[in-house]
């Protein structure tokens, strides 16, 4: 205050050169922040239903790969069982024929007698089996060279007369009579009137050749006894 009671003026200094101060920040748009926190749920939202609808499709993408193969496996065991041969009555199998490895014969008796000279008939009818050997006039005719097992096997009656069972052979290396390979020789004498039925049963390993006939010879033909096709049989193989 100045003398005489007069009052001076406020000095104010000012610096020009002093910074201004910060200004206050801009106030907040009124309901700014609630719709970006609402986009923000929108958009978590979309991602868990793309989840959950990827995770859909592939749950019925493999149940749908299960069931075709649970389905085809069905068909394939269906056709399996399809594939499989009903059993055939055995009246009406077929019978595989199987040709042999080796020439091969096998003959049973018919109802026909032996000749007079004692050779054996044999039933052409009877499905013999006959491969790579030929039959003509009761003889086995041999069509290649090599070692055969030979046998014969005669149901007979045993009466008080001798009952011979042979194997012959004819050949042309060997003239004159034909070559007995086996025989067997049988005498039962009858007591009373009893007469009793036996088996002549001949085999043995002989080395034939190409054109060689074989048969079977019985003496005292009345005594052989011809009531089944397996009792009398003839037969040559290969070995």
């Known amino acids: 205050m100045a003398e005489g009671g007069v009052p001076y003026p406020s000095v104010f200094m000012v610096d020009s050169n002093a910074a201004y101060p910060p200004l206050p920040p801009k106030p907040r ?9 609402s986009l923000l749920f929108l958009l978590v939202g979309l991602a868990l239903c793309g989840l959950a609808i990827e995770a859909c499709f592939i749950y019925h993408l493999y ?38 490895s080796k020439p091969v ?29 030929e039959y003509k006039d009761g003889k086995l005719v041999i069509q290649k060279e ?4 030979v046998y014969s096997k005669i149901f007979f009656s045993e009466v008080d007369v001798a009952f011979t069972h042979s194997v012959c052979r004819t050949t042309s290396r060997y ?15 009858k007591f009373g009137k009893m007469m009793s039925t036996s088996n002549s049963y001949l085999g043995g390993v002989f080395h034939l050749f190409e054109d060689d006939s074989l048969f079977v010879k019985v ?21």
């Open 29 to 37: 748009p009124p309901g700014r922040g609630g719709v970006a926190q």
């Open 63 to 100: 149940s749908k790969q299960g069931s075709q193969v649970e389905s085809g496996s069905a068909g394939m065991s269906i056709q399996d069982q399809e594939d499989i041969p009903k059993e055939v009555p055995p009246t009406s199998r077929p019978n595989p024929i199987v040709l042999p």
């Open 105 to 133: 014969a096998h003959l049973t008796a018919g109802p026909q007698a032996p000749h007079g000279d004692g050779v054996m008939v044999w039933n052409m009818q009877a499905e013999p089996i006959l491969h790579e050997m």
């Open 146 to 149: 090599g070692y055969y097992y």
């Open 175 to 189: 003239l004159g009579k034909d070559i007995e390979l086996l025989k067997s020789r049988r005498y039962h004498p």
């Open 219 to 239: 003496k005292n033909v009345t005594q052989v006894r011809i009531q089944h096709s397996t009792e009398n049989v003839f037969g040559i193989y290969m070995i």
